[in-house]
C-alpha cells in the first residue's frame, strides 16, 4: 500500500521512476497478506498507474507494456500467496500432529501429590515438522516422588520409541530401585539395549532424574549433562548446577563408574523448574539466548500452572513465538501444609501481605 501512494505522486511521464517500487508492491504483499489483500495491493497499483497514464496523455507504448507487467506480476504474486498459505497450513498441521503424538507418549502428571502441586507442558517446534524426543515423567513411590525429564538426541520415529523405552524402564525403576544411582543405572541399560538392536540408533539422551523425599524437605538429583534446574524461593531463582558434570544417558561406558547425585532443600512455598535445551537454546532475532533465571527472578505465580504459562509467554516475546527446537517443561511447588507451617516462617497467610 505504501508503493501504491508512491506511485500515485509520480507524473505519468516519470512512471519509468516510480514503476519499479509499484511493480514489486503486490510480490511483497504475497507473503504478509491473504490473499485477497495481495490482490487488492495489485489493482491498487495497477489503477493508480492506468490513472495516471489517461490523466497525462496518451499512453506510450513502453508505459502500457509496464501497467502489463503489473497485471502478470499481480497473478504471480496470488500464486506465490496460495503456495505459502498451503505450506504454512501443512507446518500448523505437522506441528499439530507432533504435538498430539508426543502428548500421547508422555504420562500425563498427576495434578498434586501430598503438598506438591504439579503441571507440565510440550511446545513443538515452529521450524521443524517431525517427532521430538522431550519428555518427563513424575511417579510417588515408597522412597519418596521421583521424576524425571530428558531430551532424546534426534527427531522423528527413532526419538518416540527412545522416549518410549525411557519412559518404561523409569516407570519400572522408580517404584523399585533402591537410590537414584539405581535408577539412573537401569535408564542407561535400556538406552544400552536401543542402541544396540535399534535401526536408527539415538545414541544418547540427556535428562535430570531426582527424588523428592517422603517428608517433601529435601531433593536428590542426578543430572546427566541436562540443563540444571531452577529453585524459586522466596522471590528469588537459582540454578541447581551439579557439583561435578557426567555424561548423558548411553555414555556412561565413557565416563566413571560413579553416578553424581546433588542433594539440596525444598523449602515450603518453592518451586522446582525443570526444561529441556528448547527453552534454553531458544534466541531472539539478534542471535541472545533465552534465560529463563531472568523471568522466574521476577515475580511469578504461585501456582505451577500459572508459573509455566508466565514463562512461556515470556519465552515466547523472547523468540517472537517461534521456536527451532521442541522445549517441555515440569514445574512442583510444595505448598505449606497448614496455615501454622506459614507462620512459623514468616510468611503470611494467602491474601496477607
Given amino acids: ?33 491473504s490473499f485477497a489483500g495481495t490482490i487488492a495491493t495489485g ?35 496470488a500464486v506465490i500467496n496460495r503456495l505459502i498459505t498451503r505450506d504454512r497450513r501443512s507446518l500448523r498441521s505437522a506441528r499439530d500432529v507432533a504435538e498430539a503424538v508426543q502428548n500421547a507418549v508422555l504420562p500425563l502428571p498427576p495434578d ?23 519428555l518427563y515423567a513424575i511417579q510417588d513411590t515408597s522412597h519418596g516422588v521421583r521424576l524425571m525429564i530428558g531430551d532424546v538426541r534426534g527427531k522423528g520415529l527413532g526419538a518416540v520409541e527412545a522416549v518410549s523405552v525411557l519412559l518404561g524402564a523409569f516407570r519400572e525403576a522408580a517404584d523399585w530401585a533402591r537410590d537414584l ?11 544400552n539395549r536401543l542402541n544396540a538392536g535399534g535401526n536408527d540408533p539415538v545414541g544418547f539422551a540427556t535428562a535430570v532424574v531426582a527424588e523428592i523425599s517422603s ?8 543430572n546427566r549433562g541436562h540443563p540444571a534446574p531452577l529453585l524459586v524461593d522466596g522471590g528469588k531463582a537459582r540454578e541447581l548446577e551439579p557439583a561435578s558434570p557426567s555424561l548423558p544417558l548411553g555414555l556412561a561406558d565413557l565416563g566413571p563408574p560413579q553416578v553424581p547425585v546433588d542433594r539440596f532443600d525444598l523449602p515450603a512455598g518453592a518451586a522446582l523448574v525443570l526444561f529441556t535445551d528448547g527453552v534454553t537454546e531458544a534466541r531472539d532475532r539478534h542471535g541472545a539466548f533465552y534465560d529463563p533465571l531472568q523471568r522466574l527472578s521476577r515475580p511469578t505465580p504461585r501456582e505451577p500452572d500459572g508459573l509455566l504459562d508466565a514463562l512461556i509467554a515470556d519465552l515466547y516475546q523472547h ?21 501454622s507451617e506459614m507462620l512459623a516462617q514468616g510468611r503470611g497467610l494467602p491474601g496477607q501481605p
Fill in 1 to 33: 500500500m505504501i508503493v501504491a501512494a508512491v506511485i500515485v505522486t509520480v507524473p505519468a511521464r516519470d512512471l519509468a521512476v516510480g514503476y519499479p517500487l509499484a511493480a514489486a508492491a503486490p510480490v511483497a504483499a504475497a507473503p504478509l497478506m
Fill in 215 to 222: 517428608d517433601f524437605t529435601a531433593l536428590s538429583m542426578a
Fill in 319 to 339: 523468540t517472537g513465538a517461534k521456536l527451532t527446537d521442541d522445549a517441555a517443561m515440569l514445574a512442583l511447588v510444595r505448598h505449606f501444609e497448614s496455615p
Fill in 181 to 191: 544411582p539405581e535408577v539412573i543405572r537401569i535408564l542407561e541399560r535400556a538406552m
Fill in 112 to 134: 498434586r501429590i501430598g503438598p506438591l502441586a504439579i503441571a507440565a507442558r510440550y511446545l513443538a517446534a515452529h521450524e521443524e515438522s517431525a517427532i521430538g524426543g522431550d
Fill in 43 to 77: 489493482l491498487v497499483v495497477l489503477g493508480a498507474g492506468v490513472g495516471l497514464t489517461v490523466w497525462y496523455g496518451p499512453p506510450s507504448e513502453s508505459q502500457v507494456i509496464r501497467l502489463i507487467t503489473i497485471v502478470v506480476l499481480t497473478a504471480v504474486a
